[in-house]
């Protein structure tokens, strides 16, 4: 059975997350995606793979996701970023880590790189979808929608077989914090995988990521009838397969 633990940030916030402690000098860290918690195939997946080679592992669920502290529709884009930067900074410390964002994850995941840039020694993006809340949600709702967005602060919409609580604030702040026109220096492995079959985000943004990227040793993965989850057997045997090649090349 594992075992979360909870991390008490302020008074009012407490947010749930899973270790493996390890004294190796390095770290996975998954960051799951809009509305995910850490109980799912990816993240339990990953700590196993973590534990069986004696690496340190970390994943964590932000504000008013899963069990942690706090209500859904009042998070957004900057208060996740900075619930992930203060839960790296407690627990994983000093020691080096590799970074695996899904969908929304790999928006936070980028973020991270503002605080954290010479401790990531990889990165590697799950159906990654940077600005995904301007691009892929605000851009297309048709004006009615938007009017009724506006008027009413929060509306419900279907993307993907997914329903999303979407807020003005959280597409404010959405715009906020571009990353895809910015440029990251880092002599590392990134490696972005999509399933060919994403209803979510199409895998052009898996593109966009890579050409964030200066220096790195860039690397585009397509599953085969992969959906945006990639969390069935064949899609989680090569994701690990992924993450073994970065943690070789650091070795």
Do not use: C
């Not at 715009?175 to 002599?187: D, M, Q, Y």
């Amino acid at each position: 059975m594992k075992k979360f633990k909870y991390l008490k940030i302020s008074n009012t916030k407490k947010l749930r997350y899973i270790v493996n402690y390890f004294r190796k000098n390095l770290y996975i860290i998954f960051l799951p995606g809009f509305m995910s918690d850490i109980e799912g195939e990816k993240p339990q997946t990953l700590l196993k793979f973590a534990k069986k080679n004696k690496l340190g592992f970390l994943s964590l669920e932000y504000s008013g996701h899963g069990k942690s502290s706090g209500i859904f529709t009042k998070g957004n884009i900057s208060i996740w970023s900075k619930d992930t930067k203060s839960v790296i900074r407690k627990i994983v410390k000093k020691n080096n880590f590799i970074l695996i964002g899904s969908s929304m994850g790999a928006w936070i995941a980028l973020n991270q790189f503002s605080y954290f840039r010479s401790k990531i020694k990889g990165f590697v993006g799950i159906g990654s979808a940077p600005e995904f809340l301007t691009r892929l949600m605000w851009n297309k709702f048709p004006n009615k929608t938007k009017r009724e967005l506006f008027k009413t602060g929060k509306i419900l919409i279907k993307n993907g077989g997914y329903e999303y609580p979407i807020t003005t604030q959280l597409i404010k702040d959405g715009r906020k914090n571009k990353v895809l026109n910015k440029k990251i220096s880092a002599n590392i492995r990134v490696t972005m995988i999509h399933g060919q079959r994403d209803e979510v985000v199409p895998t052009i943004y898996s593109n966009y990521v890579l050409n964030i990227f200066r220096k790195a040793k860039k690397k585009k993965v397509i599953i085969k009838n992969g959906d945006h989850s990639l969390s069935n057997k064949r899609s989680l045997k090569r994701i690990i397969k992924e993450l073994e090649i970065i943690i070789k090349d650091i070795f």
